[in-house]
């Protein structure tokens, strides 16, 4: 199963995400946990923030989710996912996808803004999606999760959606 959590920078993508493996891994050990932001890093920093360039990002993180799903490794993956079309392409690819669309309204984010990423954005350094760079609300999320309320309400829905996996409630 791959567990593709979305939304803006800030949003708390990363943060649900870890709770999300961590939980599922609690009862099953091959879980892996897939960072946008990390992978970047561990891929060298080769690619810029350009369209083109997170349009490659993209591309490369789809196709390690494909590459663990197919060795039966799970996947949570806390990703911008700006490309409607990637998220079209994991429905294709992905043996049991689902999507979970962090909404935070652009206001919190921009006063949460733990990397100083919107700051930068207002200043003209950067483009950042959802302030200089558009960003389209997904079309067919699993689920939407509204992050207007803090860290608290985020992080309860880990067990939530650590039970979607294999040997999780759900499934019975």
């Known amino acids: 199963m791959v567990l593709w959590i979305i939304g803006l920078s800030g949003a708390g993508k990363s943060t649900l995400a870890t709770a999300v493996a961590e939980e599922v891994r609690r009862r099953m050990p091959n879980v892996a946990l897939v960072d946008g932001d990390v992978l970047r890093e561990v891929w060298g920093n080769d690619l810029g923030h350009t369209m083109e360039d997170r349009r490659k990002n ?11 799903d197919r060795q039966g490794i799970h996947v949570v993956a ?16 992905l043996r049991d996808y689902r999507e979970v669309y962090i909404k935070c309204p652009l206001p919190d984010l921009v006063r949460r803004d733990p990397k100083g990423l919107y700051a930068k954005g207002a200043r003209g350094e950067i483009d950042l999606p959802g302030l200089t760079l558009p960003f389209a609300e997904p079309a067919r999320p699993d689920l939407v999760i509204d992050n207007s309320s803090g860290l608290e309400a985020l992080l309860a829905h880990a067990k939530t959606l650590a039970s979607l996996f294999p040997g999780g409630r759900e499934e019975n």
């Open 58 to 68: 993209a591309d490369r993180l789809c196709r390690l989710c494909r590459f663990l």
């Open 78 to 93: 806390a990703i911008l996912s700006l490309f409607e079309q990637s998220r079209e392409w994991n429905r294709e690819n």
